[in-house]
């Protein structure tokens, strides 16, 4: 489903991916780890384009993509179809009604019939709880609501792979518990996934693979029991120790 060979990327003089190799079967749930400036969030980025690769191939989905000349428009707007980004700052137009931003996607861009687009919206607001705010505005809304509307907005355009950056971090402690639980219920219903957090009972309850970057590199993956219950790296053993407090 998805297969990454060799992929790096660099922001001037600074080498944020330095050769990763990644493989995620279709159904599956990954998640990434690892502190902040690992590269897990433009690994990420990658992966739907908004940040381009300088070297590597990607395959998602039954596209091939090499990186090193100039991409065709059409190779990139045929990935951005395959996968729905969720944001971590929600990213909703606030000038729309919560029932305008689900629909936009599917009406402007996959260019369906409004009524369609419409009813495939009820079912989705339904999904993540918030039916009833149909007609509100993201400002009326919570950060947990907003974000569950985020959630919803990326599944209307049926995408292959949905891809979380940090879903919950801007978030109130209180609130993260409605998104992760419509997170849960997407895995349980088998897509697939790639998600960056620093949620790890979501990572341990939810991964099917977990990955832990550090300085540009993959440097542990595997299960969670594995990667998260008992990491072989150092650099995975503080991250981890630190993140749940145990540090010294």
Partial sequence: MIEIRNLHKSFGSL???????????KGKV???????????????????????????????????LSFGSKLKKESVLSLRQKTGMVFQSYNLFPHMTVMQNVME????????DRAEARGRAIEL??????????DAYPHQLSGGQQQRVGIARAMAMEPEVLLFDEPTSALDPELVG????????LAAEGRTMVVVTHEMKFAADVADKVIFMDGGYIV?????????????????????KRISGQEE
């Fill in 125 to 134: 607001l339904e999904k993540v709880g918030l039916a009833e705010k149909a």
């Fill in 178 to 185: 409605d998104v992760l639980k419509v997170m849960k219920q």
């Fill in 30 to 64: 990954l998640v990434i780890i690892g502190p902040s400036g690992s590269g897990k969030t433009t690994l990420l980025r990658c992966l739907n384009l908004l940040e381009v690769p300088d070297q590597g191939t990607l395959e998602l989905g039954g596209l091939s």
């Fill in 15 to 25: 080498q944020v991916l330095k050769g990763v190799d990644l493989t995620l079967e």
């Fill in 220 to 240: 542990e993956e595997g299960p969670p029991q594995q990667v998260i219950g008992n990491p072989t790296s150092p650099r995975a053993v503080q991250f981890l």
């Fill in 105 to 112: 996607g599917p009406v402007t861009v996959q260019k369906k």
